[in-house]
């Protein structure tokens, strides 16, 4: 994988084959940024990455000068990894291990992207669930987004706050906003 864009555009980041990660393609996380430019100034952001695996949409955040980015995941190999790579590119990255249901149901921090890529045989309950945590426990700013990564075969357009979806060969991304009472 590498950086895209920021203050390490183009490096490259190897994770161990030992982590159990599909990190997001470069042709996918180009276009999820595209999208995100055009949204959002990088240096006013407060990241959440949940089911980080290796970090790489992290450290993509973190290279664009978010203002600050932490990082969920379970799996402790991972956790290791991104705080081991954060640490040697100098990024403001907080790596927590945790299970993310968990962590959502007590979770310290407001954010204004949320980015979630659990795995691609995820149930729609479990997707739900990742939903109507976020948007219960108000965990995004006002003007927020929250954004889960899935495979083509799951439709997540019937969840609440749904806004848009953006397919890049097998990945989708789907975006979900709050939604303005009038």
């Given amino acids: ?3 895209i864009s920021g203050q390490h555009k183009g490096r490259r980041i190897t994770a161990p084959k030992k982590l159990p990660v599909r990190p997001t393609t470069d042709m996918a996380k180009e276009g999820l940024f595209n999208i995100l430019n055009n949204n959002f ?3 006013k952001l407060h990241v959440l ?3 980080s695996g290796s ?3 992290s450290y993509e955040f973190a290279s ?3 203002v600050s980015v932490t990082s969920v995941d379970e799996n402790m190999d991972c956790v290791k990894f991104i705080k081991k790579t954060s640490l040697e590119l100098e990024m403001d990255i ?3 291990k945790s299970d993310v249901f968990k962590y959502l149901e007590r979770a310290p921090i407001k954010a204004d992207i949320i980015f979630a890529d659990p795995p691609y045989n995820f149930e729609d309950n479990q997707f739900k669930n990742i939903v109507d945590l976020v948007f219960d426990k108000e965990l995004l700013n006002k003007e927020g987004m ?3 990564e899935h495979s083509k075969y799951s439709k997540l357009s019937g969840f609440q706050n749904f806004d848009v979806d953006r397919r890049y060969g097998n990945s989708v991304f789907s ?3 709050i939604k303005i009472k009038e």
């Fill in 55 to 57: 970090g790489n949409i």
């Fill in 94 to 96: 907080t790596p927590i």
């Fill in 1 to 3: 994988m590498r950086i």
């Fill in 41 to 43: 100034h990088f240096n």
């Fill in 49 to 51: 990455e949940l089911f």
């Fill in 64 to 66: 664009r000068g978010a």
């Fill in 175 to 177: 975006f979900f906003k």
């Fill in 146 to 148: 929250l954004i889960i």
